[in-house]
């Protein structure tokens, strides 16, 4: 931290603005957080929750319910108001989908931050609530970055789905606890899949809602080859075919690492809130001692969905 109490991440010689963004949510924790943003967290949360709860009939989740419980794999991850589990990414991607927000940036960052972080956190045992509603707050702060960067993708056919794999990965990497390089990988990877059309909106597709859900879906895979040693794209921002100049005709990259003392969310920007000389490992224990940044525990918010067995895993073999 700066004399003036504002936090430096700089690039150094031709580093892509995504290693200073990598850096930043690798360095930033739960002591980080101011109390407002921790509280627009669990509305996102609740926001998440309220839609998923009225979508689960609709007729392409219905579809990728059934394909998913066909394909089966490891109940490792807690598919809501289904009552069994699949592998994380597999029920991100399915809680994705049914959580089909009225709000355009509650589509596109938060319920891809939620469910990733929800499924990461069922993967891995349990995580501290503060470090919950970090990762969460830290991806959405990514995603909007992506979308300010480049303006003009809408307009171009692009889908808003392109972010969400973004989100996801940063989500489930932070959860996971990933250097600034592992996590740049897992981005990297992550270009390598991004996609979406709007012509399956203008065509009133029902699988237009999956195309968010696909990418939460392949974000969170990336994370898994990014930490078996799997490299993704180096240059994520800056380089001839990167994502800028791929999803956009007009890319501006300033967004990506201006005002790096603030953290964006769907609803406005928070100042970040770290006492100077307060490590990142000192934050990571309080995190794990303390209770969450707002007071509350966010995990108690998913508790009407799951009001049926958690353990359960359904019938994955047939």
């Keep these: 931290m700066t004399a003036d109490g504002a936090f430096r991440?700089?690039?150094?010689?031709?580093?892509?603005?995504?290693?200073?963004?990598?850096?930043?949510?690798?360095?930033?924790?739960?002591?980080?957080?101011?109390?407002?943003?921790?509280?627009?967290?669990?509305?996102?949360?609740?926001?998440?929750?309220?839609?998923?709860?009225?979508?689960?009939?609709?007729?392409?989740?219905?579809?990728?319910?059934?394909?998913?419980?066909?394909?089966?794999?490891?109940?490792?991850?807690?598919?809501?108001?289904?009552g069994f589990r699949l592998p994380a990414h597999e029920a991100a991607t399915f809680n994705v989908a049914a959580s089909w927000m009225p709000d355009r940036d509650d589509r596109r960052f938060v319920a891809p931050a939620v469910w990733s972080a929800l499924a990461t956190s069922d993967a891995l045992g349990g995580v501290p609530a503060a470090a919950f509603t970090t990762a969460i707050a830290l991806s959405v702060d990514?995603?909007?970055?992506?979308?300010?960067?480049?303006?003009?993708?809408?307009?171009?056919?692009?889908h808003d789905a392109i972010y969400a794999g973004f989100v996801a990965a940063a989500c489930a990497a932070k959860l996971r606890g990933f250097?600034?390089?592992?996590?740049?990988?897992?981005?990297?990877?992550?270009?390598?899949?991004?996609?979406?059309t709007t012509q399956?909106?203008?065509?009133?597709?029902?699988?237009?809602q999956l195309q968010i859900a696909f990418n939460v879906g392949d974000g969170l895979k990336s994370v898994m080859l990014a930490?078996?040693?799997?490299?993704?794209?180096?240059?994520?921002?800056?380089?001839?075919?990167?994502?800028?100049?791929?999803?956009?005709?007009?890319?501006d990259p300033r967004p990506l690492t201006s005002d790096l003392h603030h953290?964006?969310?769907?609803?406005?920007?928070?100042?970040?809130?770290?006492?100077p000389g307060v490590s990142v490992d000192a934050q990571n224990t309080l995190?794990?001692?303390?209770?969450p940044t707002s007071g509350n525990d966010p995990f108690d918010l998913f508790e009407p969905l799951f009001?049926?067995?958690?353990?359960?895993?359904?019938?994955t073999d047939e």
């Design 9 to 82: 991440w700089t690039a150094q010689g031709d580093m892509d603005p995504i290693d200073v963004l990598c850096r930043r949510i690798v360095t930033l924790g739960p002591c980080d957080m101011p109390r407002d943003l921790a509280r627009e967290v669990e509305a996102g949360i609740q926001r998440c929750v309220a839609e998923l709860d009225r979508d689960l009939d609709r007729d392409a989740v219905r579809g990728l319910h059934n394909t998913l419980l066909h394909v089966g794999g490891r109940p490792e991850s807690r598919v809501a108001g289904r």
């Design 142 to 158: 990514l995603g909007r970055r992506l979308q300010q960067a480049t303006p003009d993708a809408g307009a171009q056919g692009h």
């Design 179 to 196: 250097s600034s390089d592992a996590l740049r990988n897992a981005l990297g990877i992550m270009l390598s899949q991004a996609a979406g």
């Design 200 to 208: 399956a909106t203008r065509d009133h597709a029902s699988g237009d």
């Design 227 to 251: 930490s078996v040693g799997v490299t993704g794209v180096r240059r994520v921002a800056s380089g001839e075919f990167s994502f800028l100049k791929l999803f956009s005709r007009s890319p």
């Design 263 to 275: 953290v964006w969310s769907v609803r406005g920007r928070f100042m970040l809130s770290r006492s």
């Design 287 to 291: 995190a794990r001692a303390s209770k």
């Design 307 to 315: 009001s049926v067995d958690a353990n359960a895993t359904g019938n």
